[in-house]
């Protein structure tokens, strides 16, 4: 196999990953909030998942905050926070050209992959996401396969490295939102790892199941039911697996499953005046159904002028609001580049979201009681592996984005 | 009825409560998380609940931190605080007798309760609880019908103001461990609204389901269908019906379901010194198979020798503490009567709980992975009305000690 071609570990980001005599699978399970998986477990649907805390290592980490999937993503293929690879959200707001950019361009990822770092050694690497909006910068300058389940049907080997996938899968191609959009990313997986043998594979699934669905509840038990399935067979064919999530999942309302919603530019107009401030949302992205581009974490563009410390203050304020950070404290305390966050950031509590203004959000699509993620609230998530590993140091704070280092150096 | 021949409005610590023309119910549902009653409605089985959406009033309310049965039970019958009414939680360490004291016994009560307040004044009072050991602090001083489901069977006309309940109710004597104990509740209720009329029912429920069973799965959807249907029945009988519930609940596990508690007593006694430092978990009570002992919330009694800021800084540091605070920070922030807390006060975040020496928590008795209570991330809880309530004050910040005031007062 080719990946045992590679002598001694490769250093990627400042750290170093060991090649491996077995296949590894790095699995992010979106919106993967712990929960989801014990209730799965008591609910009798997961038996691969349970086996795991007997015949692996079942532990739980830190996300990156903003709790969001293309921070997380790209923390989990790099290895590294936000500060070194530079997608801190899908969007920021450019100071140069005073426009809202969209991060999804593999132009601004700051650092390389560990994907691509071990594919140029010479290793198989497969990366199948389950949007396609994660394919670029996660397959940025890697050679292998990479395609997302939502463009299968559009998959060639010049572009992706394979071809022919609907039928390679025998699954049709899915809606993007679905839970079959995820299924596909595991079903893909398997026979890839059946039929190619990667050395190394990265699964990265949608969290439109956990955007809808309460942990333990059948439409989430059905989810986690069809991935213990697709892992036990990962598992069946010798790979060793590490399984993470991009970020948790909470509810966002009220008893009745109305949403609190903070709507800061709102707020901010009011306060500060129209046009004194700018409220951007960086879980903004073209697929606004999960969730109205509401989530618990803000960012906060200020003129020149403004009083930062005194709106930081009246924002805290707000009912709801659990932490207003200025940028070189956030860019402290979560790891983030702050040259692509606002002057001030901000967290909302477990049960609230923000909103820009209200007139700027659709909730009309939201069918069912708002579930979502961004703050604090949802930065704890499972980090499991089917092995046991070596010890780790007590001290060392776990992050989601030691999955591919802990399977590496301390899987055994 | 007699309510009525009560003129004005009675003055109970402060705050003024008129007699109503219609039957108050004031329910507390213990451990009610909000999203309890969000999945139930989800699910179908509470459309009693979901109708108060559209005829009633939803709002969410602060609990009282410790998020405990007692001190949130008796905040909501006084109307005020802890630090008016003395009872903030079940155990504290008494510095002139060096004993740990339970403050079940009504003498550590220090506010008059609503409920006693309307009696004295000629209204029909009733009170059922679940569990026997809010009886005597709910019922103190207060003449008229005062009974727990746990000793139904022993209840006199002389001791509970009414006898016979077994027949009266038609259910046998329910387990103290059941969630049977709390359909008691509501059956009698409904009971005792039918044939004795009173002008205030105080029904208190316990938390055995909650916590056992996650918002939305089998066993916490077949409670809430019971609730709602014997909420249907008082409806019916034209009771103006306040909902709220002590505290919330979590799940305090990793994603296989083992509890992340911080021995805190071990914690100390190995960085402070063993017996220099004395931890005590408020939410310890007679009845432990719920959770062994194990809550977000702890106090902390040191020497008058000890560097409090100094132990409070290494306490701020172990994973998983998301507060500590000096007593007189505490009784500011959570308004707590200062002489029954410690030097120091630790909440511990949402996913973690504190215990005291490993060797003192039995969990074998915990057969499902822990939810339990008492921290910050517990104190949102539903505050609802089957009536539309007049306009509250915007900055006024809602508690579920307002559920009779805002009844009395605001329910049209």
Redesign the interface.
């Known amino acids: 196999m080719s990946n045992t071609k590679i002598t001694g570990a490769l250093n990627v980001n400042g750290r170093s990953y060991p090649a491996m005599q077995q296949p590894l699978v790095v699995v992010c399970v979106d919106g993967c909030e712990?929960?989801?998986?014990?209730?799965a477990?008591?609910?009798g649907v997961a038996p691969f998942?349970?086996k795991?805390?007997e015949h692996g290592t079942?532990?739980?980490a830190d996300c990156v905050v903003p709790s969001f999937t293309n921070p997380n993503n790209l923390s989990i293929v790099t290895g590294v926070p936000p500060a070194v690879h530079g997608i801190c959200g899908n969007y920021f707001y450019d100071l140069e050209t005073k426009q809202e950019v969209m991060m999804n361009d593999a132009k601004y990822l700051r650092a390389a992959t560990i994907l691509a770092t071990f594919a140029d050694a010479g290793a198989k690497v497969a990366v199948i996401t389950a949007k396609d909006k994660l394919r670029g910068l996660l397959g940025h300058k890697m050679r292998g396969i990479c395609f997302s389940a939502e463009k299968a049907d559009q998959a060639t080997t010049e572009q992706n490295g394979i071809d022919n996938l609907l039928e390679r899968v025998g699954m049709p191609l899915p809606s993007v939102y679905s839970a079959e959009l995820s299924e596909f990313v595991f079903a893909a997986g398997v026979k890839l790892l059946a039929s190619e043998r990667p050395d190394i594979m990265y699964l990265s699934t949608t969290d439109y199941i956990q955007h809808k669905y309460?942990?333990?509840?059948p439409g989430a038990n059905a989810f986690y039911a069809m991935m213990d399935h697709y892992l036990t067979q990962l598992d069946t064919l010798g790979a060793v697996i590490g399984l993470t999530a991009d970020h948790g999942m909470n509810?966002k309302?009220?008893?009745?499953?109305?949403p609190?919603v903070i709507y800061l530019q709102d707020v901010l107009d009011a306060k500060v005046g129209v046009e004194k401030s700018r409220v951007i949302l960086p879980i903004t992205d073209p697929y606004v159904v999960h969730h109205g581009a509401l989530g618990s974490y803000a960012t906060v563009y200020l003129g020149t002028t403004a009083n930062a410390a005194e709106i930081a203050d009246q924002i805290r304020a707000i009912?709801g609001i659990e932490l207003v950070l200025t940028r070189e404290q956030a860019a402290q305390r979560f790891e983030l580049p702050p040259d692509r966050i606002g002057d001030l950031v901000v967290v909302s509590e477990?049960?609230t979201v923000i909103g820009t203004a209200a007139s700027r959000h659709d909730l009309s699509e939201l069918k069912?009681?708002l579930r979502s993620h961004g703050g604090i609230?949802e930065q704890?998530v499972?980090l499991?592996f089917n092995r046991k590993l070596s010890a780790i140091p007590a001290d060392h704070?776990l992050r989601n984005f030691d999955v591919f280092y802990l399977a590496m150096n301390n899987a055994q």
Do not use: W
């Open positions: 712990q929960e989801y998986i014990n209730q477990i008591q609910a998942l349970k795991m805390v079942v532990l739980s309460a942990p333990g509840t509810a309302t009220d008893s009745a499953g109305k609190n009912p477990r049960l069912l009681p609230s704890r499972p499991m704070r």
